[in-house]
């Protein structure tokens, strides 16, 4: 989350539905990837965040169908992803 969405940690709605759900609001991010079907790479040095970041499938809850759509209209028309960091591996096509 904060590598690529830093300022979405403090989102005032993020933080607000962190609240609602007694989750830190990584944990929102990352619930609502899962909720989505999308597999993430939670990555952490810090232990408690390693933690905070499994809970969500030891720990489970589920965010309403409401709240899926506000947190998936916060970056509607932004794109924070630079494509010059990624280089192409083999010839370009894939299988």
Excluded at 15 to 27: C, D, G, H, M, V
Excluded at 46 to 51: G, Q
Aim: with cysteine.
């Amino acid at each position: 989350v904060t590598g690529m969405y830093p300022t979405l940690l403090q989102d005032p709605l993020i933080i607000s539905l962190a609240r609602t759900y007694k989750r830190t609001e990584a944990q929102v991010l990352l619930r609502w990837i899962h909720q989505q079907g999308v597999a993430s790479n939670p990555r952490s040095m810090n232990e408690t965040h390693m933690i905070e970041n499994l809970d969500i499938l030891s720990n489970p809850f589920t965010i309403s169908d409401d709240d899926m759509l506000r947190i998936a209209n916060l970056a509607q028309d932004t794109c924070e992803v630079d494509p010059s960091w990624y280089e192409c591996v083999g010839d370009g096509n894939l299988p």
